[in-house]
């Protein structure tokens, strides 16, 4: 699906889903002619993305290190389906990568809602990427309960900071109160906007745009790259930053593929994927920078909201009994990840590391966060 195009009907999009995923399960990867393997990798998001610039690159030095013997077929949201049917894909072996988000695999991994907390990530954006790195502890910590239901855990990265979009502005928990608000499936973001009195609504992707339109939801949170792409904005009136939580997304194969090929090709997967960390960490930066510049472009009378901290600290207060909540669902395994999730943080944000950063949230013209008036105490905002 490209950027311009209009999303599918819910109905004639489920009979494409079937017909794909019929296709797909006819296609073996070896192909019999002998001619290069081909390997499909399906996203979760639009061309023109993070997932597809990572996938991109992917395809690119797979082949390249391939010498042609591989060819990487990527497959945007929309060709094959919703988040929890590409997992599907990857299981059955249709295709072979998918990205996979915590948002909608929670539902079959309930471990991987660990990223689903609010408040448990640094500010410094490089301290996050430290922590998610596949060399990490997290990644070994997390990777055997994907092995448990199939699959090879690849990669975790982060997409950007959470950006709620509202029709009004939200500065303590309180303006949520009955707000609907459109997230992912995952069950543990029901709870995670209960705290803060809101009235969660679970929808796949494709239909926030028309749900937001037809005022079936208030408000949702996605990165604002997504924003953009997806043309919320369009349907919005205000972008409020809290800085509550990393959009954290994950990269799978299925791990009979991957324990199957030969040593040979899966270097060439490990090495890509390992290359691919820093890689798509600039490329979310950067698309985020550029594209809330392009919203405010297209849409000058859309209004920020970028919360302070003692603005921030009451959303913490709030979320603080989700964690709980994980605890609880996931069981002693949820505890450990949850320990060691909060542990890495702090350890990487005590070590002087060079990618260790701050980035300004607003990029250049932004109107001063904290300068912002509460609607509350004054009458008018604007941003
Ligand atoms: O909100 C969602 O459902 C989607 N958002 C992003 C940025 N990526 C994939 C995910 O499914």
């Known amino acids: 699906m ?10 004639k999009r489920a009979v494409g889903l079937a017909l794909a995923s019929i296709v797909l399960a006819g296609c073996r990867p070896e192909q019999p002619s002998g001619g290069p393997v081909e390997w499909k990798f399906a996203l979760e998001e639009i061309s023109g993305s993070v997932q597809d610039a990572y996938a991109q690159e992917f395809r690119r030095r797979v082949e390249k290190r391939s010498g042609g013997t591989i ?26 990568f998918a990205m996979a988000s915590p948002g909608h695999l929670g539902k079959v991994i309930p471990e991987t809602q660990l990223f689903l907390l609010h408040f448990v990530f640094s500010e410094e954006d490089g301290v996050n990427q430290a922590v998610l790195r596949r060399s990490g502890r997290l990644h070994a910590e997390l990777a055997p309960f994907y092995r448990r239901k ?5 990669s975790i990265y ?10 009004k502005p939200v500065r ?8 609907k608000i459109r997230v992912m499936t995952s069950p543990l973001l029901l709870e995670a906007y209960r705290a803060y009195g809101a009235s969660p609504t679970p929808l796949p992707y494709a239909e926030v745009y028309s749900a937001l339109q037809l005022r079936m939801i208030d408000g949702q949170v996605n990165p604002v790259f997504a924003i953009e792409e997806m043309r919320f904005y369009e349907v919005t009136d205000y972008l409020i930053f809290a800085r509550h939580a990393q959009f954290v997304t994950t990269a799978i194969t299925s791990a009979r593929f991957f324990d199957g090929l030969p040593p040979e090709r899966r270097r060439w997967v490990e090495e890509t994927i390992g290359e691919l960390e820093d890689y798509v960490f600039d490329v979310q930066n950067r698309l985020n920078d550029e594209r ?4 405010r472009a297209k849409k000058p009378e859309i209004r920020t909201v970028e919360l302070s901290e003692e603005e ?5 207060e709030a979320s603080l009994s989700v964690r709980e ?18 542990r890495e943080v702090r350890a990487a944000e005590a070590r002087p590391a060079p990618t260790a950063f701050r980035r300004p949230l607003l990029v250049e013209n932004a109107p001063s966060a904290s300068a912002m008036p509460h609607p509350r105490a004054q009458s008018s905002t604007s941003g």
């Open 172 to 179: 303590e928990p309180a303006d949520f109160a009955g707000m």
């Open 312 to 316: 921030r600290s009451r959303f913490r």
């Open 2 to 11: 490209t950027r311009k195009e209009k999303l599918l009907p819910a109905a």
């Open 292 to 295: 809330l510049r392009s919203i």
């Open 158 to 167: 982060p997409e950007g900071w959470q950006v709620w979009t509202t029709r």
């Open 325 to 342: 909540e994980y605890v609880e669902r996931v069981g002693e395994s949820g505890k450990g990840l949850l320990d060691t999730l909060l």
């Open 150 to 154: 199939g699959f090879e855990l690849l």
């Open 71 to 96: 060819r990487v077929t990527v497959y945007p949201y929309g060709a094959l389906g919703t988040s929890d049917q590409l997992t599907e894909l990857v299981g059955n072996g249709a295709i072979q």
